[in-house]
């Protein structure tokens, strides 16, 4: 007999047999402040399968979860594993239209949704054909059922038989360029990803305990703090609202996380909230990442000289689950995203597809195991984006002497000044060097004779004003160079981000 290969044996069951079962797998920071331990998450999820059997649910039927970061989102998704059926969690951050969207490109036939989220999902499920049930955790508006309800009386089941190349989970993404896509995952990859980068770079054990800010509706965040956790039995803190600096601060209190995991923009506020409260905050964290974007290395520098620890950046995406490229503990570049996590392997190359050399930027290619199956009815992206074993990621890189990544911007995002590309990175981390300087964000637009020149979008430090700035177009041009300076300079409150806080510079061309 061959073994189960379903995911849920390996991350959720296990435990049980390991003598795990009273252990706390996770822990709401906010909302009713619930702890879930491994015993009851393998047996709600049984039950949830079981309840997906009763209403008629059959393998490969989606479930949408619109679903904050609190204990049902890991019932319903590994529940939906063991059934046999596709979890896909979805950014709880879209408005009515998105949803619409997407509901209708998955096709689930389930949703599931935290109550208070109900009103902006309301709208986006009138006249959708596939759903037969909608799910709410919380108090059940008219035309849905409780998620309670749903589940009560419900035989156990065990987790249904799988290869490792059978689809276990959907995650859409929608990139820098906002186009929503369905992104296939196996079974198999998330225990590549735990291994690789979770053992493998960040060296997560039992003892750990998790604080993600990323949500686990997005690769980094499900890996961060669900599936890495799980691989091992450590616990994860969940958080179902708004990281601000402040709330943070209180889980640092609270729960004494001692893996935080991060993305650049909210590294940057924390850094400033802690200028502003004085004096250092070295709490019992042993490694905090980054990845969502570059991390800036004067964030790094700050950040390390304030908490006292490490953090180290990667780069990774939603079609390669996780993290590939990444700085190890103790072997920190600040300023580059380290080297490639050992189980994949990356090529750099031009546009004829030919290796670049050092110092020479290229498009990063990227091979392992936990690449995606595809993206669902998108043939076209699936063939540009999955070329046999390697992963084309968009990216624009540069390799130093020392075999270093250093992130030069996205494919698109690049553009030619006087003929010389430009990355808008390169510009960006130049302006936040600047002391009253939070973020920035810049994209060509055409002066008065249609030509491309560097404009910059500014999010001053809270305190400053245009007056403390002086001169930031002399300032950007004293570091990089002429040509690349921003020739117009707008201050503005906030940047457009993704989930994770890419900066959507699309959104900024379109407003061109
Ligand atoms: O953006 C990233 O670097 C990333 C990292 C891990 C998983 C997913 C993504 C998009």
């Excluded at 896509?181 to 079974?187: A, Q, S």
Aim: glycine share 10%; charged share 25%; with cysteine.
């Amino acid at each position: 007999m061959t073994e189960n290969k379903n995911a849920a044996v390996w991350f959720i069951d296990r435990h049980i047999a390991e003598g795990r079962a009273d252990k706390v797998a996770f822990r709401e920071a906010d909302g009713d402040k619930r702890d879930l331990t491994y015993g009851r998450l393998a047996r709600e999820t049984s039950q949830f399968a079981g309840a997906l059997y009763r209403h008629g649910v059959r393998r490969e039927e989606r479930i949408a979860m619109i679903v904050r970061d609190q204990i049902e989102f890991p019932v319903v998704f590994w529940g939906a594993l063991k059934a046999g059926a596709i979890p896909v969690p979805i950014n709880t951050l879209l408005s009515s239209q998105v949803y619409e969207t997407i509901l209708t490109d998955s096709r689930a036939s389930i949703l599931v949704v935290s109550q208070d989220l109900w009103d902006v999902v309301e709208p986006a499920i009138q006249g959708n054909q596939y759903l037969r049930a909608v799910l709410v955790i919380g108090d059940a508006p008219s035309g849905t059922e409780s998620y309670t309800a749903f589940t009560a009386g419900a035989d156990p089941v065990d987790a249904v038989d799988v290869n490792e190349d059978e689809l276990a989970f959907w995650l859409y993404s929608s990139g820098s360029t906002g186009l929503p896509k369905g992104v296939r995952h196996v079974h198999s990859s998330m225990r590549a990803t735990a291994e690789l980068f979770g053992h493998g770079v960040v060296g997560i054990t039992e003892d750990d305990v998790v604080y993600s800010v990323a949500k686990i509706f997005f690769a980094y965040g499900l890996g961060n703090a669900m599936s890495f956790p799980l691989s091992v039995g450590a616990t994860t803190i969940l958080l179902g609202g708004r990281p601000t600096p402040d709330v943070v601060f209180d889980i640092f209190e609270a729960h004494k996380p001692t893996i935080f995991c991060g993305v650049p923009t909210l590294y940057a506020a924390l850094v400033a909230a802690q200028e502003q409260r004085g004096g250092a905050n070295k709490g019992p964290l042993r490694l905090c990442t980054s990845a969502g974007e570059a991390l800036p290395r004067d964030v790094g520098e700050r950040w390390k000289s304030l908490f006292g620890v490490d953090i180290i950046d990667g780069v990774g995406s939603t079609e390669m689950l996780h993290i590939f490229l990444s700085n190890r503990p103790g072997d920190i570049a600040y300023g580059t995203s380290g080297l490639p996590v050992p189980g994949y392997e990356v090529r750099l190359v031009d546009e004829h597809d030919e290796e670049v050399g050092t110092s020479e930027v290229g498009e990063l290619l990227v091979r392992g195991p936990s690449s995606a199956d595809g993206y669902w009815n998108r043939r076209n992206n699936s063939q540009s984006t999955f070329q046999g074993h390697w992963t084309r990621t968009g990216d624009k890189y540069e390799r130093t002497a020392e075999g270093r990544f250093v992130y030069c911007g996205r494919t698109d995002d690049m553009f030619k000044v006087s003929g010389i590309w430009v990355s808008p990175f390169e510009v960006e981390q130049a302006l936040i060097e600047h002391p009253a300087v939070l973020e920035a964000a810049v994209v060509p637009w055409a002066d008065e004779k249609g030509l491309e020149k560097p404009k910059a979008y500014v999010v001053l430090k809270d305190g400053q004003s245009e007056a403390e700035i002086g001169d930031l177009k002399e300032f950007v041009k004293d570091r990089i160079g002429m040509w690349k300076y921003p020739r117009w300079v707008e201050l503005v409150s906030d940047l457009p981000k993704t989930a994770t806080g890419k900066i959507q510079r699309f959104k900024l061309r379109e407003s061109a």
